[in-house]
């Protein structure tokens, strides 16, 4: 299925999903089920704990791949910024989108930040210009 028409289809079912989920509320406050306050209990510490795992143990990876042609061919339209996705083989072009973690795995971000606040050669202790 193409992205556009899983968002089609999420756009769809999106109302009848919230519909549900009122409902299913609705039928839960009236049967008051104990075994549910555990479940929920249970979840609101297994959740939580399961995310920072994954995110720990899975970090995130550059997409690169192009949302026009769908080719791995996306790149950074300036090395020296964060900003700004373009594609080598269709020649799509985003000036607004976040290039943050194609320039993580290319290289050294703080030079990067720090040319972008103006701060050449600062080191990373140190504080800012403006006093207060
Ligand atoms: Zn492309």
Same mark, same amino acid.
């Given at each position: 299925?193409?992205?556009?028409?899983? %968002?089609?289809?999420? +756009?769809? *079912?999106?109302?009848?999903?919230?519909? %549900?989920?009122?409902?299913?509320?609705? %039928?839960?406050?009236?049967?008051? &089920?104990?075994?549910?306050?555990?479940?929920?209990? $249970?979840?609101?510490?297994?959740? &939580? +704990?399961?995310?920072? !795992?994954?995110?720990?143990?899975? &970090?995130?990876?550059?997409?690169?791949? *192009?949302?026009? *042609?769908?080719?791995? +061919?996306?790149?950074? !339209?300036?090395?020296?910024?964060?900003?700004?996705? $373009?594609?080598?083989? *269709?020649?799509?072009?985003?000036?607004?989108?976040?290039?943050?973690?194609?320039?993580?795995?290319? $290289?050294p971000?703080e030079e990067?930040v720090l040319?972008?606040r $103006?701060r050449h050669g600062a080191g990373p202790m140190d504080s800012s210009r403006?006093?207060?």
């Amino acid at each position: 299925m193409s992205p556009h028409g899983r %968002a089609a289809l999420v +756009t769809w *079912c999106a109302p009848a999903a919230f519909l %549900a989920a009122v409902l299913g509320g609705v %039928a839960v406050v009236f049967s008051r &089920p104990l075994a549910l306050l555990w479940v929920v209990l $249970g979840a609101l510490v297994v959740v &939580p +704990t399961g995310w920072v !795992l994954v995110s720990a143990l899975f &970090p995130g990876k550059a997409e690169r791949r *192009c949302p026009a *042609c769908a080719g791995e +061919t996306l790149v950074r !339209l300036d090395v020296r910024t964060t900003q700004g996705l $373009g594609c080598r083989a *269709c020649g799509w072009r985003d000036e607004s989108a976040s290039a943050w973690l194609l320039a993580e795995e290319e $290289g050294p971000l703080e030079e990067i930040v720090l040319a972008q606040r $103006g701060r050449h050669g600062a080191g990373p202790m140190d504080s800012s210009r403006r006093s207060g």
